[in-house]
Nanobody, 120 residues
Framework: QVQLVESGGGLVQPGESLRLSCTAP?????????????MGWYRQPPGGQRELVAA???????NYTEAVKGRFTISRDNAKTTIFLQMNGLKPDDTAIYYC?????????WGQGTQVTVSS
């Protein structure tokens, strides 16, 4: 089993930025799995359903949900088994717990998430 650890969330004002990180352990199993897998950032707003925000293939091709296009950028560093989500121009509607997982998601790999709150 691979334990994914998200970090970088916080409380920000509208228009500000955050950079989220998601790291997998650097053992041979997780390195192999991470390197060959498409990965995604997901979010679950208060009282809402978890949804895919952005995904990146193992060769770096990225896709985004319409709500974040032009504001969020997903990237990955396979050598460090880490994916990132740069979030600019944050809006109150971006408030949610953010998770990373494989894409498509695998129930075994959900972590604790990191809280992002956008409020003035």
């Amino acid at each position: 089993q691979v334990q994914l650890v998200e970090s970088g969330g916080g409380l920000v004002q509208p228009g500000e930025s955050l950079r989220l990180s998601c790291t997998a352990p650097t053992n041979i199993v997780s390195i192999t799995l991470f390197t060959i897998s498409s990965m995604g950032w997901y979010r679950q707003p208060p009282g809402g359903q978890r949804e895919l925000v952005a995904a990146i293939t193992n060769d770096g091709t990225a896709n985004y949900t319409e709500a974040v296009k032009g504001r969020f950028t997903i990237s990955r560093d396979n050598a460090k088994t880490t994916i990132f989500l740069q979030m600019n121009g944050l809006k109150p509607d971006d408030t949610a717990i953010y998770y990373c997982n494989k894409h498509p998601s695998d129930i075994r790999y959900w972590g604790q998430g990191t809280q992002v709150t956008v409020s003035s």
